[in-house]
């Protein structure tokens, strides 16, 4: 009787085993999916590091400057200098 009492045991662990492996607490498709997951977000955070290293560049030309105030008058509001003749190319 014991003799079949402890393949039958290590069987069962083995199958108990196999089951978390699959379908439990930190399984190999939740794994997966917790991977690709982690990917995209480190991809959404890569473009907010570029778009925010492009606002601070605004930034910093805003604070050093008039000339971008004046670009983005120009650009934005349609700002035209006195004695200007102001011309717009449609494409």
């Given at each position: 009787?014991?003799?079949?009492?402890?393949?039958?045991?290590?069987?069962?662990?083995?199958?108990v085993?196999?089951a978390q492996l699959?379908?439990?607490?930190?399984?190999?498709?939740?794994?997966?999916?917790?991977?690709r997951d982690?990917?995209?977000?480190?991809?959404a955070?890569?473009?907010?590091?570029?778009?925010?290293?492009?606002?601070?560049?605004?930034?910093?030309?805003?604070?050093?400057?008039?000339?971008?105030?004046?670009?983005?008058?120009?650009?934005?509001?349609?700002?035209v200098?006195?004695?200007?003749?102001?011309v717009?190319?449609?494409?």
């Amino acid at each position: 009787m014991a003799n079949r009492l402890i393949p039958g045991l290590l069987v069962a662990l083995l199958l108990v085993l196999h089951a978390q492996l699959w379908f439990g607490r930190g399984s190999v498709p939740q794994v997966a999916q917790l991977r690709r997951d982690l990917a995209a977000q480190q991809e959404a955070n890569e473009l907010a590091r570029q778009r925010n290293a492009q606002v601070a560049s605004e930034l910093r030309d805003l604070q050093e400057g008039l000339e971008m105030v004046e670009e983005l008058a120009r650009q934005d509001l349609g700002m035209v200098k006195p004695n200007e003749i102001f011309v717009q190319i449609a494409r």
